[in-house]
């Protein structure tokens, strides 16, 4: 049976603002909550060093501003979701444009939108509901992986590479050299 164990995965929460006062008040904002014992918080200033961390682990959610130097927080956030496309998406900004709002929707596929200054509470409800809603994607991915493979279409070895694939992204990818060599990065 295809099954992601809620006591293998940590609860991890990605902060991309280019402000560090900004990230580090979310950092306390989250750290003051009974979540705190059971969650990783990462913050980045830099939006290249945020995605390639996402190669390199699985996140439950990202929160990201919307006005950076470096490009936008939707379009941050569209680069997010072509790496881990089930991490929830949460957009943070003192604009209440509707045309900023609709593009961080429609583009980036957000599932919140918080506004700047944010009470600290909220943002604890918020992520509370990316985390249950990332719950719900897993268990979903869970059933039709195990439908899948009753009906004979997915492999136990191609249930337990999705599996492992979920705690360490890139881990069931090699790259290999023309001579048949493993080549490492």
Known sequence: MCELKKEDVMRRIM???DEINV???L???IGRSEMQENVRV???VDTALALQRAAEVPFDAVVSDYRMPSMSGVEFLRSYRQIQPDTVRIILSASTEFDTLLGAINQAEVFRFMAKPWVDEAVREVLLQAFALRDKLREDLRLFNE???HLGELTPQECE???LEELE????RVNWGTDGSV???
């Open 23 to 25: 990230l580090h008040s």
């Open 169 to 172: 992204p890139g881990i069931t």
């Open 27 to 29: 950092e306390r904002a």
């Open 161 to 163: 590479a999705r599996r």
């Open 15 to 17: 902060l991309v603002d």
């Open 183 to 185: 080549l490492l990065d």
């Open 147 to 149: 439908l899948r493979q």
């Open 42 to 44: 990462e913050g980045y």
